[in-house]
């Protein structure tokens, strides 16, 4: 048995051919991760049916469509989440969850910026700028370790 006959095949369902014609729409993968703020490893397991949409959380599938201007409704139907007869269920409301990722990292780098022009002696620019990367990579390693469940990660104090 050679390595194509090892792999597992997964059936694709309606989720997984979403899923693909949201990536094509998006232009990638990536650019639909990227669009929806969702994993793109998150994206491919749903694309290639590795993962089904049994578990996929509502606010990921409403992020789905709309990183791609599509009716929410049609998401959660291929989801299997409501039938073509019943309207989708009302979305959740609009939390504000603090300042993104990349809010978060560009303060920093404005920060740094600042420092290096300053008239600060260089033993203390360099200090300053160290400072601001244990920052950035505090904030960074913070949301990377959220459980990659498909939604957002918890924001970060600022």
């Known amino acids: 048995m050679d ?8 059936p694709r369902g309606p ?4 899923i693909t014609w949201a990536a094509r729409r998006a232009g990638s993968v990536d650019a639909l991760a990227e669009r929806s703020g969702l994993h793109r490893v998150t994206l491919s397991s749903w694309k290639t049916g590795r993962v089904t949409a049994d578990n996929v959380a509502l606010k990921s599938i409403r992020a789905v469509a709309a990183a791609v201007g599509d009716d929410p409704a049609n998401a959660l139907r291929a989801a299997g989440r409501i039938t073509a007869d019943q309207p989708p269920p009302s979305p959740p409301p609009v939390v504000d969850e603090g300042p993104s990722l990349a809010d978060q ?3 920093v780098t404005a920060r740094i910026e600042a420092i290096a022009a300053s008239s600060l002696p260089f033993r203390d620019k360099t200090a300053l700028i160290w400072e ?7 904030i960074t390693a913070l949301y990377l370790a959220k459980p990659d469940d498909g939604d957002q990660p918890q924001q970060l104090p600022a």
């Not at 601001?132 to 505090?138: I, L, P, V």
């Open 3 to 10: 390595d194509k006959q090892k792999r597992t095949t997964h």
């Open 132 to 138: 601001q990367q244990a920052e950035a990579d505090r």
């Open 105 to 107: 990292l560009a303060r």
């Open 15 to 18: 989720w997984a051919d979403y």
